[in-house]
């Protein structure tokens, strides 16, 4: 049965691509004031059957992360942010981090060969298509992360301008989240024509050989600290879908209840640091990974992006990792429109759980305030952590 799980998911291998290694332009967001931030959430959830205890012995149990690409990049801010200050040891959680080679997470999931990943919200549904036994813990992206960008002059001013453009993609299979947005936008998916590009499709549109070039948050900024300036569309103007959630197996659930619960509520520390002070989790990456060659503003406009991506209405009312039914029949209609979901009986249960949010967000908020508030930024960096606070 595994095997047939890997043949499955072979076709989705490169689209599982759901946190890419930079930003986008910002973006408004409702993101309350920290202090308004839940202790726990209250509503809609249900505590996990076992207490969420690390071992007494002190030891730490080890959670296998795998990701589509590569870990040295600004997307996992939240993570590492939340490596550095030790939050993932206070759980009892040795957190190990592997990338997929030849396979995508979702594969290695399923397959047991990884105990959690992060796809997009795109590739979770056509796993489900598959019958995959695999479930969302916790909902990272809140947003729709996926949209376009375009040449400040070329005149296209909104997605339905798109109608009759090229439009790059780094790969074939990338149409599986472009096509419910065009459609969204009122455009047909056979009125534009996409060109697979890979690593090189900006390139394409700022040299002109593309009209628009599919793109998410968190990589756009990359781009403009690399010299290509692009006017960015939001996809989520034309359809509020989720993103990119944390799964795990089905079996690995029901038996490692207690374990999850610890990641979640670890994996929610580095977010609210985050949100935070989020200039210091740019500089905790940054010193991370040096061949991150981005400079920090740019680094620093990328982190903003993952806070306004990761928080908002939802987490303000019911706590981080809360899944949004509403947002989630949205984008099971949207898959349907696009071609990627043909089941029928397709349900929320099968897709995610709220059954961790309260042992997500049940910390000491004082004390992750009170580290937030007490990193120590380098002089250099202080001055743009001064004028780009986090978004309100």
Avoid at 256 to 273: E, H, T
Avoid at 334 to 345: F, S, W, Y
Wanted: proline fraction near 4%; aromatic fraction near 10%; charge should be negative.
């Amino acid at each position: 049965m595994k095997k047939i799980w890997i043949s499955i998911l072979a076709v989705l291998m490169v689209v599982v691509f759901c946190i890419a290694c930079a930003a986008p332009a910002a973006a408004p967001s409702d993101t309350p004031a920290a202090a308004d931030k839940p202790a726990a959430a209250e509503e809609n959830t249900a505590t996990a059957e076992q207490p969420a205890e690390k071992p007494a012995d002190g030891s730490l149990d080890t959670i296998t992360m795998v990701f589509p690409r590569s870990f040295e990049c600004l997307d996992d801010a939240h993570i590492h942010a939340a490596l550095e200050m030790g939050y993932f040891e206070e759980e009892g959680i040795d957190l190990k981090i592997e990338q997929a080679y030849g396979l995508d997470d979702l594969t290695m999931i399923v397959s047991g060969q990884a105990n959690t990943g992060y796809p997009s919200s795109f590739v979770q549904i056509a796993g489900h298509e598959q019958g995959l036994p695999f479930k969302s813990v916790y909902q990272v992206d809140n947003v729709n992360i996926f949209g376009y960008c375009v040449r400040p002059d070329s005149g296209i001013k909104s997605i339905a301008d798109l109608k009759g453009k090229t439009i790059a993609l780094g790969d074939a299979a990338w149409n599986t989240i472009s096509d419910p947005i065009l459609i969204a936008a009122g455009v047909d998916p056979s009125e534009v024509e996409y060109i697979t590009a890979g690593e090189s499709r900006a390139q394409m549109v700022d040299s002109g050989q593309a009209d628009a070039v599919l793109t998410w948050y968190k990589e756009f900024e990359m781009w403009d600290g690399q010299g290509i300036s692009l006017e960015w569309l939001a996809g989520e103007d034309v359809l509020q879908l989720t993103g990119g959630c944390l799964v795990f197996e089905n079996n690995f659930i029901e038996q490692n209840k207690d374990l999850i619960a610890r990641f979640v509520r670890a994996y929610a520390k580095g977010a609210y640091f985050t949100y935070l002070n989020p200039a210091a989790a740019t500089e905790i990456t940054l010193d991370k990974f040096p061949s991150i060659e981005i400079e920090f503003p740019y680094a620093l406009a990328s982190i903003q992006s993952l806070v306004y991506i990761d928080n908002g209405k939802d987490v303000d009312e019911h706590g981080y990792g809360w899944h949004n039914a509403d947002k989630w029949e949205t984008q099971m209609d949207a898959c349907r429109k696009g071609g990627t979901l043909t089941r029928t009986d397709l349900t929320l249960d099968e897709i995610y759980t709220n059954d961790f949010v309260e042992a997500a967000n049940d910390f000491d908020h004082a004390q992750v305030e009170s580290d937030a508030a007490g990193y120590q930024l380098k002089s250099e960096n202080q001055q743009y952590a001064a004028t780009n606070p986090p978004r309100s």
